[in-house]
T-cell receptor, first 114, second 115 residues
Framework: AQSVTQLGSHVSVSEGALVLLRCNYS??????LFWYVQYPNQGLQLLLK??????LVKGINGFEAEFKKSETSFHLTKPSAHMSDAAEYFC????????????FGSGTRLSIRP | NAGVTQTPKFQVLKTGQSMTLQCAQDMNHNSMYWYRQDPGMGLRLIYYSASEGTTDKGEVPNGYNVSRLNKREFSLRLESAAPSQTSVYFCASRDEQGGRDYGYTFGSGTRLTVV
């Protein structure tokens, strides 16, 4: 079985500061990991994905995440926050099989201070 | 544009009424999913369909039924709506290529209020 834990339901950073959103996963087999972003009143949009290739994954809008097996982590970072980054971010885990399902974390709301 | 289309976008129901939420994808994905999103609870899986002709229960299936009409369409039905089913509902399809999982594509959601 898989699970994912997002540390911090709400993170607030200043514009231009580093963004760090934390995600830890649990999986008994090699996982696939994802970060999704949800802007107000919209659906979820895929930011980036790890599917067992490079451990440092670059996504859209300047975000990246690093898969660290020893720490079972997949934290999301962005060097310099922009006001448009304000949104809710979801980490998710799955494994590949025809019957597997993607499991989402509870989400982290990112606020950006001017 | 390719993607997942959900209808309607908004709906208000009275307790006990029934309705069907429609979902269609044009990306030739095999798997499709229905989630509900409630504040502070993330996304919870209601039902999913791993392939045309099959459906399975997720975490919170009670009060819902689904139909995988064909490869493109996956509908969610509320037979007798209850206030506890007030939520935002998302449909998603899954991108699988060469035995790898490349993530889900989500529709824009249906905001359902049951009064």
């Amino acid at each position: 079985a898989q699970s994912v834990t997002q540390l911090g339901s709400h993170v607030s950073v200043s514009e231009g500061a580093l963004v760090l959103l934390r995600c830890n996963y649990s999986s008994s087999v090699p996982p696939y990991l994802f970060w999704y972003v949800q802007y107000p009143n919209q659906g979820l949009q895929l930011l980036l994905k790890y599917t067992s290739a490079a451990t440092l994954v670059k996504g859209i809008n300047g975000f990246e995440a690093e898969f660290k097996k020893s720490e079972t982590s997949f934290h999301l970072t962005k060097p310099s926050a922009h006001m448009s980054d304000a949104a809710e971010y979801f980490c998710a885990v799955t494994t590949y099989s025809s019957a597997s399902k993607i499991i989402f974390g509870s989400g982290t709301r990112l606020s950006i201070r001017p | 544009n390719a993607g997942v289309t959900q209808t309607p976008k908004f709906q208000v129901l009275k307790t006990g009424q029934s309705m069907t939420l429609q979902c269609a994808q044009d990306m030739n994905h095999n798997s499709m999913y229905w989630y509900r999103q409630d504040p502070g609870m993330g996304l919870r899986l209601i039902y999913y369909s791993a392939s045309e002709g099959t459906t399975d229960k997720g975490e919170v299936p009670n009060g819902y039924n689904v139909s995988r009409l064909n490869k493109r369409e996956f509908s969610l039905r509320l037979e007798s709506a209850a206030p506890s089913q007030t939520s935002v509902y998302f449909c998603a399809s899954r991108d699988e290529q060469g035995g790898r999982d490349y993530g889900y594509t989500f529709g824009s959601g249906t905001r359902l209020t049951v009064v």
